[in-house]
């Protein structure tokens, strides 16, 4: 892992002190890791909402971009999305700018943190993925009335964060891996986590790997969730099942996380900028902080990490200084008081709390080709037209058969949000004003050319208007779509 090092030997990291609450849980996270004597030094820069109120519509500045070029490190308070001020995160913005795919949020029971889950141990992390999936944020309406996101899922992206938990899992001394996915719904999106992670997980013989419905992993996690490790999943389930594991903690001022990429890491607490706290100096700074030990151990800095690590245990074992989200925030002490209390801990280690050994995280080298998956023989053997229609299932049908005469594909059935309408199965359907009319070809050996494509799409759409076209193919063999609810 490539680090700036300025002059006098310090490892120099880009700190974005963040919106609301940010500026308080970096700065006493700041002054924690100064107390160490950690050889870390900050370059400031700015993301957020001030940036989107400047009129810089990403929310991310020139200056701040180039310094994180430059360290490769970040550490970052929570940026607001302003509303009315561009349309995407500054947040989301700087994952994928910087291409980091891992996103680690580990959760662990904390001493004098009282939840339901107390006494039961609980200390698991979930790897989500970062850049693909829903998040990737292409979206689309088809018609006035049906808005479609385009659910993007690649073989390297899977492997580069299946390979990445196994490495963490190695790295952190940790048993076993879950996969969560939703591949029993979606074969082919979910399902390349599932094979991908049943494949790589040969590799690794050292760590037990199993896979889990990711439904039924929210289920267990609330009623078993000390039976879990390591959970890898995709972006959007690893973002909804990472806050649910917080709450079992003691919530999200205690949930940290970081984003690593082959490149650049940023780390973050998994909360926002909690605007109704921002400047009273009454918030958990152990989320930033949590955030900025991982940093510490990612910049190969372990023992002011552990120093950290165990005086934050201390102070939360002793329960002098707790702050509001713990013990309400009438009797809470200052973030300062409670950031100064870890100062004061600082060399102390609980006896009955441990720090968990840790060894460098080796990042997973995955080939830069973009072509990962290269199929013996293909084929198009049809196309799905999704049109804008307002009629009858029935009077699209005949209309597509009337006018696929003379064309190298038949109607082979319309859906309407996935079931078929048309040739009809008795099903009630509130129908929408889109459908997909499944074209197949004609001659089951062939292969339809682009030629054959723009032909069907000429004569169809002169009269049935098309929204949306996907190709149907075949690659060894094996059908690329999945089928209809209802098709045969
Ligand atoms: P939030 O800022 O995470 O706050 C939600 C609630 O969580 C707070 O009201 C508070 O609960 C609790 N909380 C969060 N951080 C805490 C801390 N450090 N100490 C104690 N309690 C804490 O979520 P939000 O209100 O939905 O979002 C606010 C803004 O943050 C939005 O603009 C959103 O886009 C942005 N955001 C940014 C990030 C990021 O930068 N990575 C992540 C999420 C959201 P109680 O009210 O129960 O006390």
Same mark, same amino acid.
């Given at each position: 892992m490539s680090m700036h090092v300025t002059p006098d030997g310090k490892k120099l990291v880009t700190v974005i002190p963040g919106d609301g609450i940010g500026p308080e849980c970096v700065d006493a996270t700041k002054r924690i890791i100064e107390a160490t004597g950690a050889p870390i030094a900050w370059e400031e820069r700015y993301a957020g909402e001030s940036v989107f109120k400047q009129g810089i519509a990403s929310g991310v500045p020139t200056e701040t971009i180039e310094s994180i070029h430059k360290t490769r490190c970040v550490l970052k308070g929570p940026l607001g999305t302003p509303v009315g001020f561009g349309e995407k995160s500054a947040n989301v913005t700087l994952r994928k700018l910087f291409e980091t795919y891992a996103n680690v949020r580990p959760v662990r029971e904390f001493p004098? %943190? $009282?939840?339901?889950?107390? +006494?039961?141990?609980i200390d698991l992390v979930v790897v989500r993925e970062n850049v693909e999936d829903l998040y990737a944020g292409i979206e689309h309406m088809q018609t006035p009335g049906v808005a479609q996101c385009l659910k993007l899922i690649s073989r390297k992206g899977c492997e580069k964060i299946v390979r990445f938990a196994f490495e963490f899992a190695r790295a952190e001394g940790r048993k076993s891996v879950a996969c969560a996915t939703k591949s029993n719904i979606m074969k082919l999106t979910? +399902? @390349?986590? $599932?094979? @991908?992670?049943?494949? %790589? !997980?040969?590799?690794?013989?050292?760590?037990e790997s199993w896979h889990v419905i990711v439904d039924n992993c929210a289920h267990q996690l609330v009623k078993k969730p000390e039976q879990f490790d390591i959970i890898v999943t995709t972006n959007m389930n690893g973002d909804i099942l990472s806050d649910l594991t917080s709450a079992l903690v003691g919530g999200l001022g205690f949930a940290p996380s970081a984003n690593l990429g082959n490149h650049v890491s940023i780390f973050e607490a998994v909360h926002g900028s909690a605007p109704k706290y921002a400047g009273k100096n009454v918030i958990n700074p152990t989320a930033v902080l949590g955030s900025a030990i991982m940093m510490l151990r990612h910049l190969d800095e372990f023992d002011a990490a552990a120093a950290i690590e165990n005086a934050l245990l201390v102070t939360l074992e002793d329960g002098k200084t707790r702050t509001g989200d713990v013990v309400g925030y009438d009797k809470c002490a200052k973030t300062s008081e409670y950031a100064d209390e870890i100062i004061r801990n600082l060399g102390r280690k609980s006896t009955a709390w441990k720090v968990r050994e840790y060894k460098p995280i080796l990042l997973p080298q995955v080939t830069t080709n973009p072509v990962m998956v290269t199929p013996k023989t293909r084929r198009v053997v049809g196309m799905d037209y999704f049109v804008e229609w307002g009629g009858t299932p029935e009077e699209l049908g005949k209309k597509v058969e009337g006018l696929v005469e003379g064309l190298p594909v038949v109607l082979k059935m319309i859906s309407n949000r996935g079931t078929k309408v048309y040739?009809?199965? +008795? !099903?009630? @359907?509130?129908c929408v004003d889109q459908s997909r009319c499944r074209l197949v070809q004609r001659n089951p050996d062939g292969d339809l050319s682009n030629a054959d494509l723009a032909a069907i799409v000429t004569k169809l759409g002169a009269s049935v208007n098309w929204a949306h076209l996907e190709k149907l193919q075949e690659f060894d063999g094996q059908p690329g779509y999945t089928k209809a609810q209802g098709e045969d």
């Open positions: 004098g %943190v $009282k939840t339901p889950y107390s +006494g039961r141990g979910e +399902g @390349t986590l $599932k094979r @991908t992670f049943e494949d %790589v !997980a040969k590799e690794y013989p050292d760590i040739p009809s199965m +008795g !099903a009630i @359907t509130d």
